[in-house]
Each structure stands twice: as C-alpha cells, then as structure tokens.
C-alpha cells in the first residue's frame, strides 16, 4: 500500500529531478489551480526548502474553479503559505465561461492563450525567476503524443522539464518538477498529506483532443505498464535533436502589449481585440 | 469470496478468488490507470491484495483539465 516511505520516495524523486536539471532558479513560484497536481507540486516545493508563492488564475468556469479555489484558499491558509489571485475578468473583462459564448472557438485553446499569458504576467509582477507547474507524468507523455499526432515540432521543441525553447527577458522559466511522477501517485501522496481536494473536472475538457489521447494512453499503460514513463524517456533523448530543427523560430515582443510573442501582435491580444470587436 | 466496491454512488458486488486490486478494478469495467482504490484509512497500490468482505472505495485518478 502507499504509505509514509512511498512519500519519501516521491520527494526524494522530485529532488532529483529539481538538481538533475538545475529547475529551481531564483525566487520560486507556483501556478496553482487548486487541483492535486499543482497543491502537491507546492507542498513539495515548500518541503524542500525552496519557499515558493502561489498564483492562482481564475479564468471563470462556473461550478469548477470556483470550488477549486476554496480548496486551494484553505490548504494556503493551513500551510501559512502566500497564494495570489488573478482572474480573467479583472485582466480582459471577461470570464472564459462569457468568451465562449462570443467566441467561435475551443474552450480550452482560449484558455491555453490567456492562461499561459497571465500567468507569465503575474510571475514578473511578483518578482518571481522560476514559475514551477504541476504537469505530472501523465500530462508529458500525453503532450508528447499529441504533437507527435499532429506532427506539431514547434510545440514538441518546448516540452521537457523547462518548457519553452525561446528566449525573451519577459518570459519567465517554466518547469515541471512531478513530470516524472505518475498522475495516480500524485494523487495517492494528496491522499496521504491531507491535501482534500474535491474530485471535479473542468466542464469544457471533455472537448479537448487531450482527453482522447488520454483515455487511450490510459488503456495503453494499464496493458503496458511503464508506457507512460517510457515515452517521455524516448522524447528526453531527442529533446535537443527537436529543438534544433526549430532553433530559426524568434521570439519577439508583442507592439500592443509587450509580452513575448513570435507574431507582430501576440495571441492575447489578437483575442482580445476579435472580443472587443464582437461587442460593438 | 466476495468483495464491495463503491464509485460514486453505486456499489458493485465482485466475486472472485483471491485477487489483486488492478483486476478487481478491471472486473468492474474500469481501467485501474484511472482510479485509486481506498480501504479504510488506507491507500491501495494495484498490487495489494484483496481479502474476502473487503470494501474498497474508488476515487477518480483523473481531474482538472
């Protein structure tokens, strides 16, 4: 059964992947949703000493992140531990429940846009030089695969265990410290630490392309056990071979907001200005 | 023997010989990569074994999007 030493061994096993890859750079921070991967990612983080800050991105999805977010404000005020909230609405002026209605677009590409643009956002805000995100092994050997289906090596390039391939003096360092730990192992370590978290999922994922690869992934694995794992090991050995092949791609800055971007305008401000001109 | 496993609100009578936690998970018709099973306090890997009368309990695995 799990128990405290299986605890042990995931800590150490994070540990090891923060000094393999020199991942924790800097004052730390932690994109925090509320949801396991990302409550142990800090949890973790904080009980290695690192001393990391919690940002939480509401983007507004009515019956799932505002339940995520009273279970992360509780778990925050119990570890005595800084969690900082932005939303969506106070950003753009709209909820991403209010954009899909004006948008024909996915869900989850106009989240995956203004996620990522606010959360880099508020990491410089704070000060903070290594951004930690809760991806665990599951969420890299599923990105891995997508891309590979889609034959996508622009978006292969940025995975590993500091994504992004580009550099820019507004983007702040990502990196994954459970992308070796198996989703049901996080799940099992939230268990045994007291992380309560409610068993919800996000009403728009069933639409997304991830959650088809993840169910056959997940078939895959319970046949194959170590798939998961394996794939990410065969990506690791030609991380560097990929981004090579997209090393002419140059990040700039974006000429209405100033954020990185490899357009002239960047995505944020692309949907923004299709929204605003939706409600004219 | 007979085992009790409960998801969500259902409960499945399972019987079976001396099992591990992955087939009794496969024997409802779910796949065990997408859920932990709890007896009591405590947390079961797939290769724990199950005694006759055991209740477990399944949590979902997968969350988020």
């Known amino acids: ?280 | 023997m007979v085992i009790q496993v409960k998801y969500k609100n259902k409960t499945y009578k399972v019987r079976v010989k001396r099992a591990k936690v992955k087939s009794i998970i496969e024997k409802v018709g779910l796949n065990p990569e997408e859920y932990l099973a709890v007896k009591g306090d405590l947390i079961l890997t797939d290769d724990d074994y199950i005694k006759d009368g055991d209740e477990i309990k399944l949590y979902d695995v997968v969350s988020g999007g």
């Open chain 1, 1 to 280: 059964m799990y128990d405290k030493k299986f605890c042990r061994r995931i800590e150490a096993k994070v540990k090891r992947e923060i000094e393999r890859y020199n991942l924790i750079q800097g004052k730390v921070g932690v994109g925090v949703s509320g949801g396991k991967d990302s409550l142990v990612t800090f949890f973790i983080l904080k009980k290695l000493g690192y001393n990391p800050i919690g940002i939480l991105i509401d983007e507004g999805i009515g019956g799932y992140r505002n339940v995520t977010i009273k279970d992360a404000i509780k778990h925050f005020k119990e570890w005595d531990a800084p969690l900082i909230i932005y939303s969506f609405k106070e950003e753009f002026g709209m909820t991403l429940d209010e954009m899909v209605k004006e948008l024909n677009l996915i869900p989850c590409t106009i989240c995956g846009i203004l996620r990522r643009y606010l959360l880099n956002k508020a990491a410089r805000e704070l000060g903070i030089k290594t951004l930690a995100v809760g991806h665990n092994l599951d969420d890299e050997a599923q990105s891995i695969l997508m891309n590979l289906f889609q034959n996508d090596i622009q978006k292969l390039a940025r995975l590993g265990p500091v994504s992004g391939y580009a550099k820019h003096k507004s983007f702040i360092r990502r990196v994954k410290p459970l992308r070796k730990i198996k989703e049901k192992e996080v799940l099992a370590y939230a268990m045994l630490n007291g992380i309560k978290i409610h068993f919800i999922t996000c009403p728009y994922a069933p639409e997304s392309f991830r959650s088809v690869v993840q169910k056959e992934l997940n078939l895959y694995e319970s046949k194959h056990p170590g798939t998961k794992l394996n794939i990410v090991k065969w990506f690791d050995k030609r991380r560097e071979k990929f981004k090579s092949m997209v090393k002419d791609e140059k990040i700039g800055t974006c000429e209405v907001c100033g954020e990185p971007t490899a357009e002239e305008v960047c995505l944020t401000c692309q949907l923004i200005s299709k929204l605003q001109r939706k409600k004219k």
